[in-house]
């Protein structure tokens, strides 16, 4: 059997990694500075992440959602506080698309309404509901459609404010990233995001936060949409939460209330997820990993913006896009393949950078070095 071909892949086998660096079969070093697609948070193969899984599986790594979860539990009491999150409840899954399908369906149950508005370039995942509130009709098939999804301009307060007016009755839910991966690091402004929270609450919609890339502590809060000082109904996250170990979740307000039956999952949730989700919180919390995540970030963001050739450099934290011109399209490719440091991509020409949040200034000023080879290369063959 052959493998679906779906995906455009480098030809770069990876056997070994260890903090923000991974290894080819050839014995390569790379730095890495995408954690495959913003996984990887607290860098990867972490003694303490290895050691809470292999202790796990020697006990039991799987059962249902049957049975009393202790580490449910535990896992629930640290992501509450280290989110700041404590009266909020916790549903768990397997991925960022589930945990907004799930979102998005506890909204509509919630108000019994069938509208949801999302935005220009948004990227939500890609199940059914979660794929029709993305903004990019390629991905989208003909199931998919619906009109329930109502597009509006991203950060266009009076764009939204018209949605409202004209449908606001029938909106279960807005959800919006705080800041756009895919879309190419575009940021949710501070006071567009406080609108929603005012729409929402006008019309008795729901708010809610797609944090699956943006969140986790990547930006220094968080979540990246508490910056607007306004809080969501519901946060979705997963990429980080599990530094690797496929699990997803939905953090939910007060204001909902649960019955059985109404969310369900076979997987989610299960001893393995949860012993890897709380070793990431444990060496989030113990190591400081949020404010090296800004102090890092920070750094990064006033040293890009500083080359001449940069078009714009957006972001916050360890969630950053350097924009450039079309002739330097080759740089992220160079910068690979030259300088060996995986970096991201959003088109047309976005480099994303989403390392791990215990990044070192070191590796930072690495690939800040790297980069300014690639830019004085590009122009020499100009
Ligand atoms: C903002 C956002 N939401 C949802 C998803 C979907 O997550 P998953 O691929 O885990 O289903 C992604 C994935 O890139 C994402 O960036």
């Known amino acids: 059997m052959k493998l679906f071909d779906v995906y455009p892949i480098n030809p770069i086998s990876i056997t070994k990694a260890m903090g923000s660096s991974v290894w080819d079969d050839n014995g390569t070093q790379y730095l890495d500075l995408y954690g495959g697609h913003a996984v990887i948070s607290i860098g990867h193969t972490h003694p303490h992440y290895v050691d809470m899984l292999k202790r796990q599986l020697d006990r039991i790594g799987f059962y249902s959602n049957s049975v009393e979860m202790p580490l449910q539990r535990e896992l629930a009491e640290k992501l509450g506080r280290v989110s700041g999150k404590e009266d909020f409840e916790l549903f768990l899954c397997n991925s960022g698309a589930e945990a907004n399908e799930n979102a998005l369906k506890l909204a509509s149950f919630h108000t019994g309404r069938k509208k949801i508005v999302s935005f220009s370039k948004a990227f939500h995942g890609r199940t059914s509901l979660a794929v029709a509130a993305t903004d990019n009709p390629a991905?989208?098939?003909?199931?998919?459609?619906?009109?329930?999804?109502?597009?509006?301009?991203?950060?266009?307060?009076?764009?939204?404010?018209?949605?409202?007016?004209?449908?606001?009755?029938?909106?279960?839910?807005?959800?919006?990233?705080?800041?756009?991966?895919?879309?190419?690091?575009?940021?949710?402004?501070?006071?567009?995001?406080?609108?929603?929270?005012?729409?929402?609450?006008?019309?008795?919609?729901?708010?809610?936060?797609?944090?699956?890339?943006?969140?986790?502590?990547?930006?220094?809060?968080?979540?990246?949409?508490?910056?607007?000082?306004?809080?969501?109904?519901?946060?979705?996250?997963?990429?980080?939460?599990?530094?690797?170990?496929?699990?997803?979740?939905?953090?939910?307000?007060?204001?909902?209330?649960?019955?059985?039956?109404?969310?369900?999952?076979?997987?989610?949730?299960?001893?393995?997820?949860?012993?890897?989700?709380?070793?990431?919180?444990?060496?989030?919390?113990?190591?400081?990993?949020?404010?090296?995540?800004?102090?890092?970030?920070?750094?990064?963001?006033?040293?890009?913006?500083?080359?001449?050739?940069?078009?714009?450099?957006?972001?916050?934290?360890?969630?950053?896009?350097?924009?450039?011109?079309?002739?330097?399209?080759?740089?992220?490719?160079?910068?690979?393949?030259?300088?060996?440091?995986?970096?991201?991509?959003?088109?047309?020409?976005?480099?994303?950078?989403?390392?791990?949040?215990?990044?070192?200034?070191a590796h930072a000023d690495q690939f800040l070095a790297a980069f300014a080879e690639q830019l004085q290369a590009q122009q020499v063959t100009a």
Not at 300 to 318: H, P, S, T
């Open 139 to 361: 991905i989208v098939a003909p199931v998919n459609e619906t009109d329930n999804i109502i597009f509006s301009a991203f950060n266009d307060e009076e764009a939204l404010e018209q949605v409202f007016a004209t449908q606001g009755h029938q909106i279960a839910a807005v959800i919006i990233e705080g800041i756009q991966g895919v879309g190419g690091i575009r940021e949710a402004s501070v006071s567009f995001l406080q609108a929603i929270r005012r729409f929402c609450d006008q019309y008795g919609a729901i708010y809610i936060a797609d944090s699956v890339q943006c969140g986790y502590g990547r930006t220094g809060l968080f979540y990246s949409h508490d910056y607007a000082g306004v809080e969501a109904d519901i946060y979705t996250m997963a990429k980080g939460m599990g530094n690797g170990f496929p699990i997803g979740a939905i953090s939910v307000s007060p204001k909902f209330k649960a019955s059985y039956g109404m969310l369900g999952t076979t997987f989610g949730g299960n001893h393995l997820a949860c012993a890897a989700a709380i070793a990431v919180l444990d060496v989030m919390e113990q190591d400081d990993l949020m404010s090296n995540a800004a102090k890092v970030g920070d750094y990064l963001i006033e040293k890009l913006r500083a080359f001449d050739q940069v078009l714009e450099v957006r972001g916050r934290g360890l969630m950053i896009g350097i924009e450039l011109p079309a002739e330097l399209a080759s740089v992220k490719k160079d910068l690979l393949m030259k300088n060996k440091i995986f970096t991201g991509e959003a088109k047309p020409n976005v480099i994303r950078l989403l390392p791990a949040l215990n990044l070192s200034i």
